[in-house]
């Protein structure tokens, strides 16, 4: 497979197109951001380590009968995905409340929320990602009715699955945001899943091993990065 030209660059990764128009190759930078693009810093080895991640989780998620856009790695920092159209909402679970939702409805941060709660934001920086619901979606035409009820039952069952698998390595998996898109007329999980994108704590200490030690200035980003695939098994290059 052959890179032919960029698509897009994002925040954290570059897409590109490939000789198949069926696949993209997506490039985990070394970039980080929070608040909208308004912090940002490059971290050394970031890029491989979510790469890796990434895909650990992908074919976990895979195997267990999420539909997913994850092909295969392609090197230490790419990896060949399915060309998706993506749905430009992002799909927020929450275990624990921690975040926005403890600014926005004044709850207590750690407060366990059973059942977990599900929530939708737009994609979309400059709005600040507002928060919207299903009727939003269908009537904007972002997503159809059924496609919002398959994006919800997918995310749900996804929480199902990782919540015990990082529960498994002595995590708490707090929440966690999804993007979906269409291939072929069905929905597939897309983006990425990696610490950039969820919060994890030690379950035990609640140490943060996720990107809330970015966005809080807390130190030793990656290196909780690099804890959390060790916990799990994903194997990283030295
Ligand atoms: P952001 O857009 O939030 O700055 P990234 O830097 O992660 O994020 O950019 C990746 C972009 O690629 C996002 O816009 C995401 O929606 C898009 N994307 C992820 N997976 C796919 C896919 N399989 N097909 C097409 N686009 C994708
Ligand atoms: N999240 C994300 N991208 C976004 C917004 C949120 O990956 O654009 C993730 C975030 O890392 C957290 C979860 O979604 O794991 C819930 O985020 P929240 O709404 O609490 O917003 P935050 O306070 O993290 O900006």
């Given at each position: 497979m052959k890179k032919t030209n960029e698509l897009y660059a994002g925040k954290a990764k570059t897409v590109y197109a490939t000789d198949d128009q069926d696949r993209l190759i997506m490039y985990f930078r070394n970039d980080t951001s929070a608040f909208d693009g308004e912090k940002v810093e490059k971290l050394d080895r970031k890029g491989m380590v979510n790469n890796y991640f990434n895909a650990f989780i992908m074919q976990k998620l895979q195997a267990a009968g999420v539909p997913t856009h994850f092909e295969t790695t392609l090197s230490d920092q790419e990896s060949v995905v399915k060309r998706l159209e993506m749905i430009p909402v992002e799909c927020v679970m929450r275990n624990i409340a921690s975040g926005s939702i403890v600014r926005r409805l004044g709850v207590q941060d750690g407060m366990e929320l059973k059942p977990p709660t599900f929530e939708f934001f737009l994609k979309n920086d400059a709005l600040h990602d507002p928060m919207v619901n299903d009727y939003h979606i269908e009537s904007f035409k972002w997503a159809t009715r059924d496609e919002v009820a398959r994006m919800k039952e997918l995310t749900f069952k996804v929480n199902d699955i990782l919540k015990q698998l990082f529960l498994d390595a002595g995590m708490l998996l707090v929440d966690f945001k999804l993007e979906f898109g269409r291939f072929q007329g069905e929905i597939y999980l897309g983006d990425e899943f990696s610490p950039d994108g969820c919060r994890l704590w030690?379950?035990?200490?609640?140490k943060k091993l996720d990107k809330d030690r970015f966005r809080q200035g807390l130190g030793g980003v990656v290196e909780a990065y690099e804890e959390v695939a060790q916990r799990l098994g994903v194997r990283l290059p030295a």
């Amino acid at each position: 497979m052959k890179k032919t030209n960029e698509l897009y660059a994002g925040k954290a990764k570059t897409v590109y197109a490939t000789d198949d128009q069926d696949r993209l190759i997506m490039y985990f930078r070394n970039d980080t951001s929070a608040f909208d693009g308004e912090k940002v810093e490059k971290l050394d080895r970031k890029g491989m380590v979510n790469n890796y991640f990434n895909a650990f989780i992908m074919q976990k998620l895979q195997a267990a009968g999420v539909p997913t856009h994850f092909e295969t790695t392609l090197s230490d920092q790419e990896s060949v995905v399915k060309r998706l159209e993506m749905i430009p909402v992002e799909c927020v679970m929450r275990n624990i409340a921690s975040g926005s939702i403890v600014r926005r409805l004044g709850v207590q941060d750690g407060m366990e929320l059973k059942p977990p709660t599900f929530e939708f934001f737009l994609k979309n920086d400059a709005l600040h990602d507002p928060m919207v619901n299903d009727y939003h979606i269908e009537s904007f035409k972002w997503a159809t009715r059924d496609e919002v009820a398959r994006m919800k039952e997918l995310t749900f069952k996804v929480n199902d699955i990782l919540k015990q698998l990082f529960l498994d390595a002595g995590m708490l998996l707090v929440d966690f945001k999804l993007e979906f898109g269409r291939f072929q007329g069905e929905i597939y999980l897309g983006d990425e899943f990696s610490p950039d994108g969820c919060r994890l704590w030690d379950a035990q200490t609640r140490k943060k091993l996720d990107k809330d030690r970015f966005r809080q200035g807390l130190g030793g980003v990656v290196e909780a990065y690099e804890e959390v695939a060790q916990r799990l098994g994903v194997r990283l290059p030295a």
